[in-house]
């Protein structure tokens, strides 16, 4: 199984960004997939998630009413749409996909907001 992320960069704060995140090699269905991040210096944390089926979210409160969540399933994709960007959203962004007791992770992607 392989994660891949892009759209991350630098972006001003109040500004956008859509992460994606590709998934490959799996001849299964995940249970669940979400979006973790590290922002420098701290451990990585839980952004949002987005169960299988009718796609139940979940999203920290820090980033509740900016970031949407959302995915693909004919294209085997995961977004994360983030708006109003704050300085403290600055981390490298993370897929994460659940399978059972499996946890894959893709390789991050750096999202930089600058004042």
């Known amino acids: 199984v392989q994660l891949v992320e892009s759209g991350g960069g630098l972006v001003q704060a109040g500004g956008s960004l859509r992460l994606s995140c590709v998934a490959s090699?799996?001849?299964?269905?995940?249970?669940?997939m979400g979006w973790y991040r590290q922002p420098p210096g701290k451990q990585r944390e839980l952004v949002a998630s987005?169960?299988?089926?009718?796609?139940?979210?979940n999203y920290a409160d820090s980033v509740k009413g900016r970031f949407t969540i959302s995915r693909d399933n004919a294209k085997n994709t995961m977004y994360l749409q983030m708006n109003k960007l704050k300085l403290e959203d600055t981390a490298v962004y993370y897929c994460?996909?659940?399978?059972?007791?499996?946890?894959?992770w893709g390789q991050g992607t750096q999202v930089t907001v600058s004042s």
């Open positions: 090699g799996s001849s299964f269905a995940f249970n669940a």
């Open positions: 987005i169960t299988s089926g009718i796609g139940i979210t």
């Open positions: 994460n996909a659940l399978h059972g007791i499996y946890n894959y």
